[in-house]
């Protein structure tokens, strides 16, 4: 059903995370215009080449994005709540996602289901995801029916009802996403203790999808009063996005969203903080379900939003020239040269209000065993400490980027979802419009310098996913275990079994 929300675990979670990248921005920005937060009397206007994004806040303090797209008669709407998992009280975990599953389950105003069989009829779609910092819900209908969604939308944001009699069941179903997502995957149980292991005063040590033990304890009044506390309009973001005009969505804003009274104040976002991290650790799992082991190393680094300027674009190049696609070097070295890998890669977790992750892993090939991966890996982080990257490297890397503005123009959802993203983790539109004049700012002395500042084995966390009648990882190769491999050698998936920094939530089509 509708949301999973396990960030860290699956390999879902990664492709998302990996799609949204802070790299892989929607438009290339030639804006100069210098922004602020937007108030309620501000209309913002920001110069794209083809249309404009247009941000304005109705008087309750809902925030409404406007992003025009005529290329059909398509929209979007996506409206994201200020709160995720990590604003969880102690105790609570998983409350933000039961919320959401919770949110389906019917008004004052209409009964459960009649959202989605409205949406169902016209040939729409929807979905609804948790994350640690947001959790946001959206549709994307024919524009005629804007309205109607919008409706429904607005209605559930301060007229559900929540009577043991749906709540109880639903809790069932949300232990059984957590024992199908997590208790049937050891990579995901894993991905669990690195975080936690990483994080251990931040609130991103604790799964999105919660403990199993405080999931069971969730009541109704626990759904209800984080409903009260954060479903009020000045802690949402809504963003249309598709063929629409900036009156249109204005109109119909102030008559659906307009009318819903401010239900709470929400204070400032204020969490623990990580302390700088001070020892290299480790962490094993050993479990008989494992088939290929596997590692992978997750850095402790400055998320897009709190990143010194400058950092954030060299983290995402960095990752890019290590280990993000056929050209970087871990594929090269490891896939290609030595053939020692079957999977090796790199990818930064930009997206987060507080701290990111910078990830590295890698999976034996052949007669290659764990240590050796590992060995190598590190050695192409040393190297890249040591002596940089090239011209050709950083200009390769800048191309990819360029490429995928382009293609993320082709998906309305992901330029919808890039931006709202970025307003709901402190970002702004500005941010997010100028991500490609500062990834081309980018040099390669930067990109040496976050290296060296973060790649530091005492901000790291290794998990180890190990067969269980292995004894060391020394051992572990393709032949000493029980799993399959294609015999032909080739390299069968570079996707880590555990994707220990997706904090995006991994989301399945509720229809
Ligand atoms: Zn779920």
Redesign the pocket.
């Known amino acids: 059903?509708?949301?999973?929300?396990l960030r860290r675990t699956l390999v879902p979670a990664l492709a998302l995370s990996v799609a949204f990248a802070p790299g892989v921005l929607a438009r290339d920005a030639q804006t100069g215009t210098a922004q602020t937060e937007p108030t309620a009397s501000d209309v913002q206007d920001v110069a794209i080449p083809d249309e404009r994004v247009t941000s304005f806040t109705l008087d309750n303090g809902l925030q409404v994005v406007v992003l025009p797209d005529r290329r059909a008669p398509v929209v979007t709407q996506m409206i994201y709540y200020k709160v995720g998992a990590a604003d969880e009280a102690p105790g609570e975990s998983g409350v933000a996602?039961f919320l959401?599953?919770l949110m389906f389950k019917g008004t004052s105003n209409y009964p459960e289901g009649e959202f989605s069989q409205r949406i169902a009829e016209v040939g729409g779609q929807e979905n609804a995801f948790t994350t640690d910092d947001y959790t946001g819900y959206y549709q994307q209908v024919a524009s005629d029916q804007l309205e109607m969604i919008m409706t429904y939308e607005a209605d559930r944001m301060s007229n559900l009802v929540l009577t043991d009699e749906v709540v109880l069941p639903e809790r069932d179903v949300?232990l059984e996403?957590r024992r199908m997502r997590v208790g049937n995957e050891p990579g995901a149980q894993l991905s669990e203790i690195v975080q936690a292991t990483l994080f251990a005063n931040s609130p991103y040590g604790t799964p999105v999808i919660g403990w199993e033990d405080e999931i069971s304890s969730l009541t109704r009044e626990d759904a209800i009063a984080f409903y009260n506390k954060y479903y009020t309009p000045s802690n949402a973001i809504l963003l249309i996005a598709g063929d629409v005009t900036v009156d249109q969505v204005r109109e119909l804003a102030e008559k659906t969203y307009g009318q819903i009274e401010q239900r709470a104040e929400v204070g400032e976002r204020e969490r623990p903080m990580e302390p700088e991290p001070l020892a290299e650790r480790t962490v094993t799992l050993r479990d008989a379900r494992v088939t290929q082991p596997s590692f992978n190393t997750s850095y402790l680094v400055p998320s897009a939003t709190t990143a010194e300027e400058g950092e954030a674009p060299a983290l995402d190049v960095l990752s890019d020239v290590l280990g993000g696609g056929t050209t970087s070097r871990l594929y090269r070295d490891l896939i290609v040269e030595k053939g020692i890998a079957a999977g090796a890669g790199a990818y930064y977790r930009s997206s987060a209000l507080e701290e990111g992750v910078f990830v590295v892993y890698g999976t034996p090939r052949g007669g290659a065993n764990l240590d050796t991966v590992e060995d190598a890996v590190k050695a192409e982080i040393d190297e890249l400490i040591e002596n940089g990257i090239t011209e050709e490297e950083l200009e390769r890397a800048k191309n990819r980027v360029r490429k995928g503005v382009i293609y993320l123009r082709d998906s309305q959802t992901a330029m919808a979802r890039r931006f709202a993203t970025a307003l709901a983790t402190g970002r702004t539109i500005e941010d997010v419009e100028t991500w490609p004049e500062r990834i081309e700012a980018v040099t390669v002395k930067d990109v040496q310098a976050v290296a060296e500042r973060y790649l530091k084995p005492e901000r790291s966390v290794t998990g180890y996913l190990l067969p269980e009648q292995i004894e060391s990882a020394e051992i572990a190769t393709p032949e000493n275990t029980t799993g399959t491999q294609d015999s032909s050698g080739a390299r069968q998936d570079s996707t880590p079994a555990m994707s220990p920094a997706g904090n995006v939530a991994d989301e399945e089509s509720r229809s």
């Open positions: 059903m509708i949301a999973a929300t996602h959401e599953h949300i996403e």
